[in-house]
């Protein structure tokens, strides 16, 4: 059956401010934008319901959340009626994406008014039950591949660190050396006028910050340039290039990205920079050197900028930073090892991948 977001749901409002929950004891949770903030003795919500962040940061989140709880202002109560199951009810909005109905340039905000109207399938109680049992479980395979990412990812980070020990104490006492010292050239990205979306085909394109700010290359994130005789020969990103992210976010700023591999005619913007080592330094080490964890810090420290801005590493700075350089033969080693963990973790990216288009067929299916 056919109906509106408005015959299964009812809107709900909080005036709860984070800090109603800071120093605050009780039995009853109390959630945000970003999950759990801590426990109140009072609740908003005797039954489960469904929550949308309305304002800022995250808009159109969606989340379940538990009986005889809260959330703060800046989310939306969506209060099931009768005819919906709070979990439906839950994968019924994700699918709908209310994030398009985002207005306001500075602080993005969505209104029920506007996302209200939306339809979709609604089944029997029964028939959703086993529909929500279906989702739930391609969803737990999901959690499962990524987490298997994530811990082969810890592989390759533990493993550095039983060869080269902390990169910033530097217990194995490696030569310390500038990256200049590490490098044939740094060489800039360009700066082109583009349509904002994805290139079709081979057409000429320019990468998004987001293609490296994770410290893995994504070739598809990037933006079509709106003139294909504006395509630079110089700024095309190859095959063993070490990308690195000169301007970003505090958090994500310096960021490097390795390419396996790439398709043609893809374009560094000038936020990006492209390091070409000598024969001191192998890429692959100095690319999980910059993204360490317990290196960060040095990175984000010779970033300048305030902290609610976008911080900027300029070329000097970079070149400047000291680094440890154990002897080439022990990078490569650590290099062969890394290959072969990312074939391990390209395998399991394509089983996620197929895992998560046949999550969004089955949204899809069930309510489209």
């Known amino acids: ?112 008014k506007d996302y209200k109207n939306e339809e979709f399938n609604l089944d029997t109680l029964d028939r959703q039950i086993e529909i929500v049992g279906i989702l739930k479980k391609v969803e737990n395979i999901i959690e499962l591949r990524r987490q298997e990412i994530e811990k082969l990812d810890d592989l390759i980070k533990a493993r550095f660190i039983e060869m080269f020990g902390n990169p910033v104490t530097n217990p194995m006492r490696w030569d310390k050396v500038e990256i200049n010292a590490c490098l044939k050239s740094i060489e800039n990205g360009k ?42 020969e110089s700024a095309e990103v190859h095959e063993d290039d070490l990308l690195f992210t000169r301007k970003n976010t505090p958090e994500l700023v310096g960021m490097a990205a390795y390419v396996f591999s790439t398709p043609k005619k893809l374009m560094m913007p000038d936020l990006i920079f492209r390091l070409n080592t000598n024969d001191s330094c192998n890429k692959v080490y100095l690319w999980k050197l910059i993204n360490h964890d317990l290196f960060r810090g040095k990175i984000q420290s010779i970033a300048s900028g305030s902290a609610k801005s976008m911080s900027n590493i300029s070329k000097e700075r970079l070149g400047k930073l000291l680094i440890c350089l154990p002897p080439i033969e022990l990078q490569k080693k650590f290099a062969d090892f890394v290959v072969q963990v990312e074939k391990s973790k390209a395998a399991v990216q394509k089983a996620l991948d197929e895992t998560q288009l046949l999550f969004d067929s089955l949204m899809q299916k069930y309510f489209g």
């Open 191 to 232: 700066s082109f006028v583009c349509d904002g979306i994805t290139r079709s085909g081979d057409v000429p394109a320019i990468l998004k910050l987001s293609a490296v700010t994770d410290g893995a290359y994504k070739p598809e994130e990037n933006k079509a340039i709106i003139d294909e005789n504006l395509f630079i």
């Open 1 to 112: 059956m056919r109906v509106k977001l408005e015959d299964v749901c009812e809107r709900g409002s909080s005036n709860l401010k984070q800090s109603d929950v800071i120093d605050k004891a009780g039995e009853y949770p109390v959630y945000g934008a970003t999950g759990y903030l801590g426990n109140v003795d009072f609740y908003h919500q005797e039954k489960p319901y469904v929550a949308v962040v309305k304002d800022g940061s995250g808009i159109g989140r969606t989340t379940l959340h538990p009986s005889k709880s809260s959330v703060i202002g800046t989310m939306q109560y969506l209060l099931p009626k009768e005819n919906v199951l709070p979990e439906y009810l839950c994968y019924v909005v994700r699918y709908m994406h209310l994030e398009k109905y985002f207005t306001g340039a500075t602080i993005p905000h969505i209104y029920f």
